[in-house]
């Protein structure tokens, strides 16, 4: 039953989210029609730009140490009514 | 939280941290925690392309110079730092490797001498990796051409395939599954990435 629910506020967030804009374009994963490829073929097209041969591009892979583990809840909870997130999602959450 | 092994309910401990792992929750909570991190390195930082998945960061300057790419990644990597300490987040820096990329031939004996050299990134330094780097599970080379990440998915697509047969020998398979398993279990590891080549 928690996993149901899950996936329910999983689309539920993920609704709100792309509707209201809460999310950078330039952010990939757990989003439709992102996946890690767009990601990567974004990332050769900035390393990449066409047209200039003469430059170099640098890149810095920055992977964020037991990423979901150390989201402080406060924190998580405060960021979430910032963006003006539905009461029922946050309690949930 | 509580722990129940064998029957036998654990001592609970409040838990003041974390998004649950394998939720499906938890990929779409972590980027509203960390937003705002690419913007806070957008305004500090000019000049630098940057995009994320997920929990991985990527930072992309462009300059016609490779010391100032080398200058701007560094200064890339303090702001990202600087931000994520004040989320309680920490950068796998022992797990990071630079990369650059130059789409001219030419570029590379130019390159050469900066790619062994490291940049610092916090407690510790970043190497760039000569060869080619990983991110998302593609393997990217210095002009962009994926040649080693064909060949590495090449050699895995292989040992899959190796694998299939010696299953499909053991249990007498019909060759329609075997069809369906080849089309399930190695077509997808020869092809990951193969739009961007």
Known sequence: MGKVSGKVVAELFSFMAERRGLLSDDLFGSRRKRSAIDAAAIMVDKAHPAGNEHNIAGALPMPIKAAFPCVARGRLIHAMEAKQIDGDLIRWT | MEMVIESNVLQSHPVGAGVLLGSAVSPILFPIHTAGLMNWVDERVQGVGDLSFVADLGLV??????NQVVRKLEACAAESIDLADRRDLQFDTAKTEAALFAPRKGHKMHLRQKLTTNIMGGDGLVRFNKDATWWLGIWMDAHLLFKEHQNRCMKKAR???????????????????VRAFQVACVQPVERYGSKLS
């Open chain 2, 61 to 66: 300057p462009t300059r016609e110079d490779v």
């Open chain 2, 159 to 177: 040992t899959a395939e190796a694998q299939l047969h010696v299953l499909t020998r053991l249990h007498g398979t019909v060759p329609e599954q």
